[in-house]
């Protein structure tokens, strides 16, 4: 993966980004976040020149899970211009993933 998200780097890395970013907050002891890990590799490699792609765990960076109310995880936010466009909730496949974020980007 790409980038690895924090409390201490969301704002710059996701917040001020110019372009479109995929936040996957998730957890290590996480079973469906374990499921999704792998789609989420493929899709970060795909878009990797158009979507910031990257992972927020929850029980390192509790403040900004907190601040985007993420209650279950996983959670993907899809996040332009420090606006969050969409959420999903869930293991989805990967071709819901890759409609969002043709979409949004």
């Known amino acids: 993966m790409k980038f690895k998200f924090t409390d201490e780097n969301f704002e710059a890395e996701v917040l001020k980004s110019n372009q479109l ?3 996957d907050f998730y957890a290590d002891w996480c079973g469906p976040c374990k499921m999704l890990a792998p789609t989420i590799e ?3 490699e795909e878009y990797k020149d ?4 990257g992972k927020l765990n929850v029980d390192e960076s509790p403040k900004t899970a907190e601040k985007y109310r993420v209650m279950t995880i996983p959670t993907l936010l899809f996040i332009k211009n420090g606006q969050v466009l969409d959420t999903v909730v869930g293991v989805i496949p990967k071709a819901q993933i890759t409609e969002k974020l043709e ?3």
Do not use: D, F, I, M
């Not at 158009?50 to 792609?53: A, D, E, L, P």
């Open 50 to 53: 158009v979507v910031k792609v």
């Open 42 to 44: 493929v899709v970060a």
């Open 103 to 105: 979409k949004l980007k």
């Open 21 to 23: 970013v995929l936040v």
